[in-house]
């Protein structure tokens, strides 16, 4: 099985004003499509591995029968292909609250308000290029922290739940340096809380 672009439920200027199109297009199809097509150069060489589940192979990389250099080529290709698939699924213009979500980070966190500023803030401060998550840990716990590169929190035993890019191809064209802008902006298009 070959890797492919998950299909988009918008346009890419349906998240305007806050990513702008020229952004969305380049980030869908040039950024991610390199990711899908390195993780499929790297899984040519193990066709085994091509029937499994991409998050069982992430959560279990440790023990997969690869030089190391591939390895390191399929957490980064792989990570990247998961990341951003979830990237894109959970943004809309059309928020629609997630009732179940919102009583759990409000059980978690304190309220809605007290867990967007504590993942702005774990986005904002991230050093270099990497994502914000909010996973669920292997307790079924609700977590915040970052991770660098295209790391996967699958690569930790956790599930994802909520991620933003904050490579810096995810908002330069319009945001230049601003990444705090950007983070701010983000939420406006988080279709869930």
């Given at each position: 099985?070959?890797?492919?672009?998950?299909?988009?439920?918008?346009?890419f200027d349906s998240l305007e004003p806050y990513i702008d199109k020229q952004t969305m297009e380049l980030h869908y199809?040039?950024?991610?499509?390199?990711?899908?097509?390195?993780?499929?150069?790297?899984?040519?060489?193990?066709?085994?591995?091509?029937?499994?589940?991409?998050?069982?192979?992430?959560?279990?990389?440790?023990?997969?029968?690869?030089?190391?250099?591939?390895?390191?080529?399929?957490?980064?290709?792989?990570?990247?292909?998961?990341?951003?698939?979830?990237?894109w699924e959970i943004m809309s213009k059309e928020q629609k609250a997630d009732e179940n979500l919102i009583k759990r980070?409000?059980?978690?966190?304190?309220?809605?308000?007290?867990?967007?500023?504590?993942?702005?803030?774990?986005?904002?401060?991230?050093?270099?290029?990497?994502?914000?998550?909010?996973?669920?840990?292997?307790?079924?716990?609700?977590?915040?922290?970052?991770?660098?590169?295209?790391?996967?929190?699958?690569?930790?035993?956790?599930?994802?739940?909520?991620?933003?890019?904050?490579?810096?191809?995810?908002?330069?064209?319009?945001?230049?340096?601003?990444?705090?802008?950007?983070?701010?902006?983000?939420?406006?298009?988080?279709?869930?809380?």
């Open positions: 099985m070959k890797y492919q672009l998950p299909i988009l439920n918008y346009n199809t040039k950024h991610h499509q390199a990711y899908i097509d390195k993780l499929n150069a790297v899984l040519e060489k193990y066709p085994s591995l091509t029937e499994k589940n991409l998050e069982d192979l992430m959560k279990n990389l440790g023990s997969l029968d690869m030089e190391e250099k591939d390895k390191t080529i399929f957490k980064n290709s792989g990570g990247g292909h998961l990341n951003h698939s979830l990237y980070i409000k059980g978690t966190f304190g309220s809605v308000e007290e867990f967007k500023e504590l993942f702005s803030n774990t986005a904002i401060s991230h050093f270099g290029s990497g994502w914000a998550w909010l996973v669920e840990d292997e307790n079924i716990n609700l977590k915040i922290y970052s991770l660098p590169n295209q790391d996967s929190p699958y690569l930790n035993g956790h599930t994802p739940v909520i991620c933003l890019d904050v490579w810096e191809h995810a908002y330069y064209l319009k945001y230049q340096n601003r990444r705090a802008e950007y983070v701010k902006n983000w939420w406006n298009v988080l279709k869930t809380i």
